[in-house]
């Protein structure tokens, strides 16, 4: 078992098992002690699975280190929610012959299911089968004696609620299983026919409002797609729909998250799908996930509830202010700036009421977020988030006097911009060698197919420029702010070119925006 790491909140519950160097405890994983040994799977056996404890972590940042966990993120998601499921009909024939058979006449029966396995004979398809849909160590299962659904309730035990024997019967199962080979689910194919938009009317700060949500419609009925929007109520139609289009603020222990995994099991294609939820709603996934790439990254530290920190000790590392956030925090909620040992403590008496785990990171000033969308790994916009004026985040919470939220601006990038010779939209342009007139300096260039375009390119510090957009053989537009249209019959060279003064010296911003379609404004 070299390859497998066992988590235990304490080493002492291993006490009854034959000795291991697998094992390792809660916290030293979430802190990363462990060198550098690549387990491939990680069974976590943590006391507490629930939502924001340290169990809960355990799943999330082994999923993020790119281990193999038992249970997962989704399974414990499952279980807190209490979703309910239904074995066929074949199973439940199964199931009530097992009950005459055994004479059992209580109205209620519980099954224990280590690693897919039970002590029960005759029962072994029902342990696999609720195994299957709930992918965790050690389970107990309340049952029935209806002829039909007997799974009443499906919990998730730990090592000290083992009895004896059950502690035999899961040292044998945990030996089994740690020599099978386990296959990664089917992943959802693409259908586009019928689409569930999924929204909710009373969120404060909706992903998409009702003018972009009409704007989904209107396009869906050109595209000759069926669109409806749909409630978390009125959820149970999903069956119906070739694809969900999820609309609301995701996150992992969300209703949102849970119809995602519902559509992808069943061959339902999902916007946002549950692997890329899990990678974009937790931060501090997130930062494991940049750690392991080798993305640059602000510094970054995890606070946890059980230690004892100070704001020297913290800012030593990170500099002083630095970022307190909480893991699954979104639109500027659940982020504190902390700049002094009595911010801190009253940061942490806040957030540790939410969070076991916190994310202390670097503060760095900037005047802008980027958000980049993405489809089937391509990637499809642009948009720029200003941050609100005078502050530090995109939203300032505190209200104005009209009781509004302070936003920031954005501008955006349609899906066919061209990619120009800049470095962060700003184009370096050295001055000519030689002082005999002006020199022609040609952008990068973009071959666009035929189509309906607006093109507008915004420029500054044009003292000693030209600026011209070339679309195929001719010179669309000179220097200027203004969106013109262009209509292709063919796939067409557009690019932009820049005429220097053999007097210029310095930088000029660009902002090339290409976008398909009549648009004539942003």
Not at 277 to 287: A, D, E, F, G, S
Not at 323 to 341: C, E, N, R, T, Y
Not at 427 to 456: C, E, F, I, K, N
Request: negative net charge; charged residues 25%; glycine residues 6%.
């Amino acid at each position: 078992m070299n390859s497998v790491f066992i988590l235990l909140n304490s080493l002492n519950d291993w006490k009854p098992y034959c000795e291991t160097d697998s094992l390792m405890t809660v916290t030293d994983f979430l802190e990363h002690r462990y060198g550098e040994r690549t387990p491939k799977l990680v069974i976590n056996l943590s006391d507490e699975y629930g939502y924001n404890s340290e169990g809960y972590y355990c799943s999330l940042l082994a999923q993020a280190r790119g281990h193999r966990v038992l249970p997962g993120v989704e399974t414990l998601n499952k279980l807190e929610s209490g979703a309910g499921i239904r074995m066929n009909r074949n199973l439940q024939q199964l199931c009530q012959q097992w009950i005459e058979r055994n004479r059992i006449t209580d109205e209620t029966w519980q099954l224990n299911i280590y690693f897919g396995t039970c002590r029960e004979k005759g029962l072994e398809k029902i342990a696999r089968f609720i195994f299957d849909h709930y992918p965790c160590p050690i389970l107990r299962v309340t049952m029935n004696n209806h002829a039909r659904n007997q799974i009443e309730s499906v919990q998730a035990l730990s090592l000290r609620q083992l009895s004896e024997s059950g502690q035999d019967d899961f040292a044998n199962a945990l030996d089994c299983f740690n020599k099978k080979v386990w296959r990664s689910p089917r992943s959802a194919k693409p259908a586009r026919y019928n689409l569930a938009i999924l929204y909710d009317p009373d969120e404060k700060f909706p992903p998409s409002d009702k003018d972009a949500l009409n704007k989904f419609l209107e396009v869906a009925r050109k595209m000759n797609i069926h669109a409806e929007l749909i409630t978390e109520e009125e959820a149970t139609r999903l069956m119906e729909f070739d694809a969900l289009f999820i609309r609301a603020t995701t996150a992992l222990n969300h209703y949102t998250f849970r119809l995602a995994q519902r559509a992808a099991m069943n061959d339902i294609a999902v916007i946002d799908d549950p692997e890329s939820i899990i990678r974009c709603t937790n931060k501090v996934y997130l930062c494991e996930l940049f750690e392991k790439a080798r993305i640059p990254a602000p510094a970054s530290q995890l606070l946890f509830r059980s230690n004892e920190y100070s704001f020297g000790e913290i800012s030593e590392r990170l500099g002083a202010p630095f970022i307190l956030k909480i893991p699954d925090g979104s639109f500027s909620v659940g982020m504190h700036k902390v700049a002094s040992d009595e911010e801190l403590r009253a940061a942490l008496d806040e957030m540790f009421r939410h969070s076991s785990v916190l994310l202390a990171q670097e503060f760095i000033p900037t005047e802008f977020d980027w958000r980049i969308g993405l489809l089937d790994g391509e990637p499809l916009f642009a948009c720029k988030y200003y941050m609100a004026k005078g502050h530090w985040q995109i939203y300032n919470h505190a209200h104005d006097d009209t009781g509004r939220n302070l936003c920031g601006a954005w501008d955006n990038w349609g899906t066919k911009f061209p990619t120009w010779e800049v470095s962060g939209h700003t184009a370096h342009v050295a001055r000519p060698d030689t002082a005999t007139g002006w020199q022609a300096r040609r952008m990068s260039a973009v071959t666009l197919p035929a189509g309906t375009y607006s093109v507008r390119v915004d420029i500054t510090g044009t003292a000693g420029l030209a600026f011209e957009v070339h679309v195929g053989d001719r010179v669309a537009f000179y220097a200027g702010s203004d969106w013109r249209r262009f209509t292709l019959d063919q796939p067409t060279e557009v690019y932009v070119q820049l005429a220097v003064s053999p007097t210029w010296t310095g930088e000029a911003t660009l902002t090339p925006v290409i976008l398909e379609g009549d648009w004539t404004t942003t």
